[in-house]
């Protein structure tokens, strides 16, 4: 997938107030169906023919100015590509490419299996030390996806019986998490602590979750992670954090940082696909929980193993971001500098969004740049949390200072133009 997150739309609750929900809201990420009264059934009992329906589905996506389109990219188009999720540019570095192709040589194309049969290689193994050491936690899993290492722990430790809340921006992996494990929702406004203690006293007892990021992919702010941690201390909660935007472009991120790595109620989920430049996701924290992952979590235990080129890919990457904390620190000058040059407050993370006055405005100066040589991504809904469209630009570590310049240059005259 393209990595834009799709982001449920928030179903905030005011005041703080608690209102717990039998499931997750209704969505409206299937941009177009809910408008498609006519198609979804008829009148006389007949069943309308999928042509029918898939054909306006897409007019009215159309109609929207939703359509969203594959462009297949090619190995070097020569572009500034600023639209990704490398980060740290390590992708594409040569001891991590030397890293996975020797592997996939070793051990093959894939894993062979799932974890619990014989698809747990030993460079697993050695990934999951790896991870845990630098993360400071005490155990880590490996997962063929971020998506999945979300699914699984949701879904390995809530049930109908159990209260999860979460911040309203968290990501559609979440968000789907806690419709397929079907637990008491409340979903709280973004980063509100009061709203999170609020719904935890509101149902003493309960076995609750608490959903984070660290760094929220579209609004690129912070999560009070230390105060999150003490609410849910308070009311015997466990924490989990999201720090697929957090690790690497905040070294070890910033549960580590928070100096809450290695707590028993706090659980952290990562992907290793986007600064750690490979493919696949992991879940770190105590090893009664790992241990609970691997015995309980479908996701997890009926999915085949990690491939090893990823295993390898994602494992040379951990230990160049450990050893090299100037690609993060390149990161935040360069995101600090854009958002400065554009008036807006710099993102926590490595991703600056640039609010757009419409879809098609966003689109048009995507394209635009596209035609000066420079990539950037686009958000638009139902990929944001707020209905706002914007240009989405990557300052990662992996182009050059020339490359950087030359790109913020066309940005700021494109996006001046059309924003
Ligand atoms: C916050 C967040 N969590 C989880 C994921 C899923 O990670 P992966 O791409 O490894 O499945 C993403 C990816 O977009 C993400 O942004």
Redo the contacts with the bound molecule.
Sequence with gaps: ?S?L?LVEPPEPLGGGVSRPTQSPPRKTDRVGLDSLAGARGSTDGATPPWDDWLAEAAGAREAAGLTRRLRPRGADDGLVDLAG?DYLGLSRHPEVRHAAAEAAMRWGGGAGASRLVTGTLTLHEQLEAELADWLGQPAALAFS???HA?LSVVGALADRSAHVVSDAHI?A?LVDAVRLSRAQLTVVPHNDVAAVRAALAARPGVRSLVLA?SVY?VLGDEAPLAELAEVCTEHGALLVV?E??GVGVHGPGLVHRNGLAGRSDVLVTA???KSLGS???AVLGPPAAIDHLVNTARPFIFDTGLAPASTAAALAATRIARTRPELADTIRARVAGLASAFGIPSPAGAVLSVPMASPEAAVAAQADLLAEGVRVGCFRPPSVPDGVSRLRVTAGAGVTDEEWERAVKAIDTIVGEVR
């Design positions: 997938m990595g997150p999720n996806t971020g998506y979300n990501h992996s990021e992919s999201d697929a935007h992907t290793l696909s493919q696949g996701g």
